[in-house]
């Protein structure tokens, strides 16, 4: 059975990315659910308006919400004692990417803070940056990709237990400090490789 508390949280981040304007990639979103370990992830990713496909920068999303934290959250529901809250693994992934030329992580690290708004009391912390080089079948001109996480742990509290619509209140400064993050590094002065042509008219 899926917990509503996991669906709200789900719909209250895709709320906050929408109303700061971003556009969803609806072919990325996917639920999982792992049949062994019974854990559930979302994952959906979003980018700026008139990108094109693939979009130069984009918000990879990821939602995590474990068994451990389903079972707290039952025994909750239930009124049984639990010694820790339920929580939520939230991961925030800043894409850039069609990139002509391997970027420098320096240019890009230094205008990205170091943690997200807050979402209820945390923030998320910034991770390392990964760089990827993808060459297509005949080895021509390649393709580099930059991306940074951001990561942290949402823990419930009583009140939100209580009324799960305060996580439209916690998450609200998520989606614009991620439309404002994706537009500073969409003005970075970099060189793009066109987006793929077959997509160009897909809407």
Request: with cysteine; glycine share 6%; net charge negative.
């Amino acid at each position: 059975m899926l917990d509503h508390v996991f669906t709200d949280a789900i719909a209250a981040l895709r709320e906050a990315l929408e109303a700061a304007l971003l556009e969803p990639l609806s072919v990325e979103e996917r639920f999982h659910a792992d049949v062994l370990l019974g854990d559930l992830s979302w994952q959906t990713s979003y980018c700026l308006p008139g990108e094109g496909l693939p979009p130069r920068v984009q918000a990879d999303i990821l939602l995590e919400w474990s068994t451990w934290s389903q079972a707290n959250y039952r025994s909750w529901r239930l009124g049984e004692p639990t010694s820790d809250r339920p929580r939520i693994a939230v991961e925030i992934v800043l894409r850039v990417q069609r990139l002509r030329h391997q970027p420098d992580p320096a240019q890009i690290q230094a205008i990205l803070p170091d943690e997200s708004s807050p979402m209820g009391k945390v923030r998320l912390a910034r991770s390392g940056p990964r760089v990827e080089i993808a060459y297509d079948g005949g080895l021509e001109e390649p393709e580099h990709a930059i991306e940074f996480g951001f990561e942290g742990i949402y823990e419930f509290d009583e009140a939100t237990l209580t009324d799960p619509a305060m996580l439209d209140e916690h998450f609200a400064s998520i989606g614009g400090w991620a439309t404002s993050t994706l537009v500073r590094l969409g003005d970075l002065d970099l060189e793009y490789l066109p987006p793929d042509e077959h997509d160009e008219d897909i809407t």
